[in-house]
């Protein structure tokens, strides 16, 4: 008896391990893959519900805050076999910023005082653009430097992304080729006229990006 106990302890196990086997055979493969074979050139519109910029700044020098970006439109010319000559273009609506903190979030887009500056952006903000100006691929195929034109606040400077090719296929309920890209930069919120709290909160601000792009 002992040794058929031992028997069925070890073969449970490997029961399980072959009833489950099927059922992992029949999971659906995910749409998109970093497979650069798989990106076909032309003209690509952002899909605005997957597409997001978020940004971190630190906060008296105890932590870092989070806020968020989305609603991200805009175009992506591409042709895999001249990757240099890409040209990207989005809309980031100011006006829909959000974070964690509803207070925070009001301050903002709170108005200005008379005859003052907004602490922030202001009540009824002008979208911010970036223009690419030039694409530089990097010698792994996978990445490149984004050099181009952000328009915040009424001040255009330039920014440089570096981005990294995320993955591309087809996506299953739009059936439209897609291609994904994450990206990260730093700006200088003081060189878009955005001050309020210096240096309490941190000049510097990172950015991370999340974009998709469907071929319409």
């Known amino acids: 008896m002992p040794n058929l106990s031992r028997a069925l302890r070890l073969a449970l196990p490997l029961a399980l391990v072959a009833a489950a086997a099927p059922m992992v055979a029949q999971m659906p493969e995910v749409p998109g893959k970093a497979d650069k074979a798989r990106v076909t050139a032309g003209t690509y519109t952002a899909d605005a519900g997957h597409s997001l910029v978020a940004w971190?700044?630190?906060?008296?020098?105890?932590?870092?805050?989070?806020?968020?970006?989305?609603?991200?439109?805009?175009?992506?010319?591409?042709?895999?076999?001249?990757?240099?000559?890409?040209?990207?273009?989005?809309?980031?609506?100011?006006?829909?910023?959000?974070?964690?903190?509803?207070?925070?979030?009001?301050?903002?887009?709170?108005?200005?005082?008379e005859g003052k500056s907004a602490d922030f952006f202001g009540a009824t903000p002008a979208d911010a653009t970036f223009v690419s100006t030039s694409v530089a691929?990097?010698?792994?195929?996978?990445?490149?430097?984004?050099?181009?034109?952000?328009?915040?606040?009424?001040?255009?400077?330039?920014?440089?992304?570096?981005?990294?090719?995320?993955?591309?296929?087809?996506?299953?309920?739009?059936?439209?080729?897609?291609?994904?890209?994450?990206?990260?930069?730093?700006i200088k919120r003081s060189d878009f006229n955005v001050k309020y709290g210096l240096p309490f909160v941190s000049d510097e601000v990172a950015l991370d990006i999340t974009a998709a792009f469907e071929k319409k």
């Open 56 to 113: 971190k700044v630190n906060h008296f020098g105890f932590n870092d805050y989070f806020g968020l970006f989305g609603d991200v439109s805009g175009s992506l010319t591409l042709d895999p076999a001249n990757p240099a000559a890409a040209k990207v273009t989005v809309t980031i609506p100011v006006s829909k910023v959000v974070t964690a903190s509803a207070g925070l979030t009001s301050h903002l887009l709170k108005p200005a005082a």
């Open 137 to 186: 691929p990097g010698a792994d195929g996978m990445s490149a430097k984004i050099t181009g034109d952000l328009t915040l606040n009424g001040v255009t400077k330039p920014v440089t992304i570096d981005a990294t090719f995320a993955g591309a296929g087809t996506n299953p309920f739009s059936k439209a080729a897609t291609v994904g890209f994450h990206g990260k930069a730093v």
